[in-house]
């Protein structure tokens, strides 16, 4: 059983940063595609970014340029840096994963990947950091 565990929210600043940990336990495959969600109250999960097996990433363009997604060496513990956060931001955050061999992605043609993702290529949820971004 995937059970994933996240950690890392809290109060910041509009303009500061803040780097969310996932601890992932219960794999069984090589492969994998892991990625974060936001969700505000009333709102679907908003798909945030993705890595894959073989490092690749991709964002979604609010995003893009201001949130990094790494892995601990080849560790199961995964990272998602926030930098300069806008209130925008502020969303209760999830990570999750899969285990087929890639992301669903899309290339923007500079070298940079949209991350297409949705809610429902995924089964198995943390229970959730909250980020909250005053202006």
């Known amino acids: 059983q995937v059970h994933m565990v996240e950690s890392g929210g809290g109060p910041v600043q509009s303009g500061g940063s803040l780097r969310l940990s996932c601890a992932i336990s219960?794999?069984?495959?090589?492969?994998?595609?892991m990625a974060w969600f936001r969700q505000t109250p009333g709102n679907q999960r908003e798909g945030i970014g993705s890595i894959d097996t073989y490092g690749g990433t991709s964002y979604v363009d609010s995003v893009n340029g201001r949130f990094t997604i790494s892995q601990h060496g080849a560790s199961t513990t995964f990272y998602l840096q926030m930098n300069s956060l806008k209130p925008e931001d502020t969303a209760r955050y999830y990570c999750t994963a899969h285990m087929g061999p890639s992301c669903r992605r899309y290339t923007r043609g500079d070298g940079s990947y949209i991350f297409l993702g949705s809610e429902s290529d995924f089964d198995t949820w943390g229970q959730g950091t909250q980020v909250t971004v005053s202006s």
């Open positions: 219960g794999w069984t495959r090589d492969t994998f595609c």
